[in-house]
Structure formats: C-alpha cells, structure tokens
C-alpha cells in the first residue's frame, strides 16, 4: 500500500523558517512534489525532485527561498522553507508519480498518482 505522509506544518512568523517531511512507502518513484492550496485558491506546485539524480525544480515564487531534498535511504523528502511570508500560509501537499516527466508536465498535478494527506503552515504577519 502506497502512504506519503507530511509533517512538520504550524504556526510560524514571517521571515521565519520551517521543514517539512514527507515519508514515502510502498513503492519508488520517479518524481515526488509539493503542491500548496491556500484559502479559496486553487492548488498550485511548490517543487519538485527526480528520484534519480536528484534534478529539482521550483515555482518562480519559491525560487531562492525553498530548497526540496531526498533522503533515499530514509525514503524521505524535505521542503525547507525559508523567508517565510504570509503569503505562504497554505495546505502544503506531497505528491509522487511514476511516470515520465519532462520540463513541460513536472508541475502539472494530474501527473502525480499519490497523495499526502496535507498539512498546514500558517505564516504570521
């Protein structure tokens, strides 16, 4: 049975930082991302990381500011998150795929076959 869970969502000011995790199991893949939906907006791609090489890529609006990384061995994945703003205050998802992806479909969500439960960052003024 494939399970993505996410962790490490709360409350934090703007300007801060924060970590999140997310543990894969049940299957390898090709891609996992993360994707944010805030109040009353559509769900929109955060990053992403190739399995293998380790290839990374990021929404103009994170870039320099969020860092995706994996851990194989641990079959995990980070999004840390820094310079935080409000925002950034959303439900933050992890997704995985297994297809093929090339530098027109990484950020598409129909592309991804798992999902994570979410979990919450709120970032205060």
């Known amino acids: 049975q494939v399970q993505l869970v996410e962790s490490g969502g709360g409350l934090v000011q703007a300007g801060g930082s924060r970590k999140l995790s997310c543990a894969t199991s049940g299957r390898t893949f090709t891609m996992i991302g993360w994707f944010r939906q805030a109040p009353g907006k559509e769900r929109q791609f955060v990053a992403a990381i190739r399995q293998l090489g380790g290839v990374t890529y990021y929404a103009d609006s994170v870039k320099g500011r969020f860092t995706i990384s994996r851990d194989n061995a641990n079959n995990t994945v980070y999004l840390e998150m820094n310079s935080l703003n409000p925002e950034d205050t959303a439900v933050y998802y992890c997704?995985?795929?297994?297809?093929?992806?090339?530098?027109?479909?990484?950020?598409?969500?129909?592309?991804?076959?798992?999902w994570g439960q979410g979990t919450q960052v709120t970032v205060s003024a």
């Open positions: 997704a995985a795929g297994t297809t093929y992806y090339t530098i027109t479909n990484y950020a598409q969500q129909n592309r991804y076959d798992y």
